[in-house]
């Protein structure tokens, strides 16, 4: 079996490509997949680069998606054939949230799916979308799943919302292209015109250069009329939640994804209960908010964005790339 590992101490420099025995049939309740594809997610690059993040030798990266080939003893949900996605957090069936940490994440926990073949629980994968690609597939593990909790499941999304996205990394095209189709009227944030171009271009209705703009919270609030964002997603933590608690309206959701900001800092807290809005705390999602969010795009025929993509043994120039910040959506791995 074809595997990437990342060696102690961590750092691009010790993904190294390895063959590892393979996994053989699966036990009862697990299935054999077949993998063909991975995506990249910032959670992936902290656990390569940050020192002591990982075990040694663990196989990275959280998404995957494949091919069932075989199935084990009292396994009804799946047969070989089937196209199937992993789930982040397989200990995270269905209800709110069991755990808080990552230590049954596929690729920081446990190892993940930087391989070609893996044998594991039958309910650590769910049935892929219909049309979509195997590539395509892999992106909705983490950056899919997550776009869609904060809007549909926390956010609960209705026609006529105003949804502020900021960037335009995998969440965040997901977030759009959601929120677009559920009717909602979308503003988007970037530091590149080009990339604010393409977003229009996937039904963006206004857009803010931050650059250009610092005071891009009150920016919001003028495009609005005053009333301000009904959900906002932040991806930036401490450096960007003042301007996110500017931009929601009264009553709003802030829905707290990533922290490319720094782990710490200030937070505006009289703002914060001046406007009543919730700051709801995100972790990708369940296995069930999985099959559902496939349903939604069964029926809708929305297809992920994907910048680029590399083989399994170009990882850590996968991670280079995505580190320089100038992929538009998701990136790719083929397996």
């Given at each position: 079996?074809?595997?990437?590992?990342l060696?102690?101490?961590?750092?691009?420099?010790?993904?190294?490509?390895?063959?590892?025995?393979?996994?053989g049939?699966?036990?009862?309740?697990?299935?054999?997949?077949?993998?063909?594809?991975?995506?990249?997610?910032?959670?992936?690059?902290n656990?390569?680069?940050?020192?002591?993040?990982?075990?040694?030798?663990?196989?990275?990266?959280?998404?995957?998606?494949?091919?069932?080939?075989?199935?084990g003893?009292?396994?009804?949900?799946?047969?070989?054939g089937?196209?199937v996605?992993?789930?982040?957090?397989?200990?995270?069936?269905l209800?709110r949230?069991?755990?808080?940490?990552?230590?049954?994440?596929p690729?920081?926990?446990?190892?993940?799916?930087?391989?070609?073949v893996?044998?594991?629980?039958?309910?650590?994968?769910?049935?892929?979308p219909?049309?979509?690609?195997?590539?395509?597939?892999?992106?909705?593990?983490t950056?899919?799943?997550?776009?869609?909790?904060?809007?549909?499941?926390?956010?609960?999304?209705?026609?006529?919302?105003?949804?502020?996205?900021?960037?335009?990394?995998?969440?965040?095209?997901?977030?759009?292209?959601?929120?677009k189709?559920?009717?909602?009227?979308?503003?988007?944030?970037?530091?590149?015109?080009?990339?604010?171009?393409?977003?229009?271009?996937?039904?963006?209705?206004?857009?803010?250069?931050?650059?250009?703009?610092?005071?891009?919270?009150?920016?919001?609030?003028?495009?609005?009329?005053?009333?301000?964002?009904?959900?906002?997603?932040?991806?930036?933590?401490?450096?960007?939640?003042?301007?996110?608690?500017?931009?929601?309206?009264?009553?709003?959701?802030?829905?707290?994804?990533?922290?490319?900001?720094?782990?710490?800092?200030?937070?505006?807290?009289?703002?914060?209960?001046?406007?009543?809005?919730?700051?709801?705390?995100?972790?990708?999602?369940?296995?069930?908010q999985?099959?559902?969010?496939?349903?939604?795009?069964?029926?809708?025929?929305?297809?992920?964005?994907?910048?680029?993509?590399?083989?399994?043994?170009?990882?850590?120039?996968?991670?280079?790339?995505?580190?320089?910040?100038?992929?538009?959506?998701?990136?790719?791995?083929?397996?």
């Amino acid at each position: 079996m074809k595997a990437i590992l990342l060696r102690a101490p961590g750092g691009l420099e010790n993904l190294k490509q390895t063959n590892l025995e393979d996994p053989g049939s699966p036990k009862q309740g697990q299935i054999r997949v077949r993998l063909h594809a991975s995506s990249l997610n910032y959670h992936d690059y902290n656990v390569a680069t940050i020192p002591g993040s990982a075990t040694d030798g663990r196989i990275p990266l959280s998404d995957g998606a494949g091919v069932v080939e075989e199935v084990g003893e009292g396994v009804a949900e799946f047969k070989p054939g089937d196209c199937v996605v992993s789930c982040f957090s397989p200990a995270w069936q269905l209800g709110r949230p069991p755990v808080r940490d990552f230590s049954s994440v596929p690729g920081d926990g446990v190892d993940g799916y930087a391989r070609d073949v893996v044998v594991s629980a039958a309910n650590s994968f769910t049935q892929a979308p219909r049309s979509y690609t195997h590539a395509e597939a892999a992106t909705l593990t983490t950056a899919g799943l997550t776009a869609w909790r904060a809007l549909v499941v926390e956010g609960r999304i209705q026609a006529g919302d105003t949804v502020l996205v900021p960037g335009t990394g995998g969440v965040s095209i997901f977030a759009l292209q959601f929120a677009k189709r559920m009717g909602a009227t979308v503003i988007i944030t970037s530091s590149s015109d080009e990339k604010l171009k393409r977003a229009t271009a996937l039904g963006a209705d206004h857009t803010i250069n931050y650059k250009a703009c610092p005071e891009w919270g009150r920016r919001v609030l003028d495009l609005t009329g005053g009333r301000g964002a009904d959900h906002v997603i932040e991806l930036g933590g401490p450096g960007t939640l003042t301007q996110s608690i500017e931009a929601v309206r009264l009553g709003g959701l802030i829905a707290l994804i990533g922290v490319h900001t720094g782990w710490g800092g200030h937070v505006p807290t009289v703002q914060l209960m001046a406007k009543q809005a919730r700051l709801q705390g995100i972790i990708v999602g369940s296995r069930m908010q999985q099959i559902e969010m496939i349903r939604g795009i069964d029926a809708t025929g929305l297809k992920p964005v994907i910048d680029r993509h590399f083989g399994l043994e170009e990882l850590a120039d996968a991670f280079r790339y995505q580190a320089q910040g100038s992929h538009f959506g998701k990136i790719g791995i083929q397996i």
